[in-house]
């Protein structure tokens, strides 16, 4: 009989003592109306179900109308929002109130996806020395964004509720879940090659009676000549042509030029002069 007692005991302890540790966060939460929408996203996202699978955890629950933060996130991206309110710990505001440093880095569950990057599944708390108590990501360049309301639940040392004033979203959270691309390189605009310079056509012997002299047409402007380009052969013994040059005189066989014309007239009336001066005299 004694035996039969001890065994009831114990079996009774042990009921008891899992019934202590298991809870289920929806059931909980049902208790309250305004968490409600808070209650949703933890069901339909899956997090509730990682949350009653544990034995410690503290969950940091947002009012339905400050939720509106997470309004248009996909359902990968809220679950993860989610997971970030889920400490990895249990918290409550006595125990908030007496932090050895006054602050405090805490995994959440978001940390335990493998998706997190830059202690993006880390929460700041810190108590400010006023009787409140700031929250925020532990990512960098993140503020303590959101405060301490009040405790909701508590069942120590297993699970907390409490509330805060908004929803904590580290930066950066939206692309956690999909694989960087890598970064392609920079477009550089390649210069244009030079246009290939012109070559003057060249006359076959057959058609053209002299090879032409002329030298060959300058180059575009900006592009430099081709040193390898083909010049026309200028033969040395070529005769030169007799073509007058521009500046130079021209005479006439058949008349004189307008100086010498002028020079004979004075001379003509000089002559004439000195007869009549004869005939006066004589």
């Known amino acids: 009989m004694g035996n039969f007692n001890t065994s009831l005991v114990t079996f009774f302890f042990i009921l008891i003592l899992s019934q202590a540790k ?13 968490f409600s929408n808070f209650n949703n996203y933890l069901t339909q996202t899956g997090v509730a179900a990682a949350i009653n699978s544990r034995q410690t955890i503290t969950l ?43 602050t405090v880095k805490v995994p959440t569950l978001f940390q ?18 006023t009787g409140s108590i700031s929250l925020g990501s532990a990512a960098k360049g993140e503020t303590l964004g959101s405060n ?17 004033s908004n929803v904590i979203i580290p930066l950066g959270i939206d692309s956690s879940t999909t694989p960087s691309l890598p970064s392609l390189p920079p477009k550089h605009s ?13 006359h076959s012997p057959a058609h053209s009676p002299h090879r032409s002299s002329a030298a060959p047409a300058p180059a575009p402007h900006g592009l430099l000549p081709n040193p390898n380009a083909p010049t026309a052969d200028t033969p040395a013994d070529a005769p030169s042509t007799d073509t007058p040059s521009a500046d130079a005189p021209t005479t006439n066989g ?22 009549v001066f004869l005939v006066l005299v004589i």
């Not at 298991?22 to 305004?34: P, V």
């Not at 301490?148 to 805060?164: D, E, F």
């Open 60 to 102: 940091l629950v947002v009012e339905n109308s400050d939720l509106s933060p997470l309004n248009g996130k996909s359902q990968e991206v809220l679950a993860n929002i989610m997971r970030v309110h889920v400490l990895l710990d249990y918290y409550d505001v006595q125990k908030l109130q007496t932090l050895p440093n006054k």
């Open 190 to 202: 390649h210069a244009h090659a030079p246009a290939p310079i012109s070559r003057a056509p060249t």
């Open 22 to 34: 298991a809870f289920n966060i929806t059931t909980l939460l049902d208790h309250y109306s305004s």
């Open 112 to 129: 335990t996806t493998g998706q997190a990057k830059h202690d993006q599944g880390f929460l700041n708390m810190t108590d400010l020395g």
């Open 254 to 275: 058949d008349h004189e030029s307008p100086s010498a014309s002028s020079v004979l007239s004075v001379s003509l009336v000089f002559v004439a002069m000195s007869n």
């Open 148 to 164: 301490l309301v009040k405790s909701i639940a508590s069942q120590p040392y297993n699970i907390s509720i409490m509330q805060i």
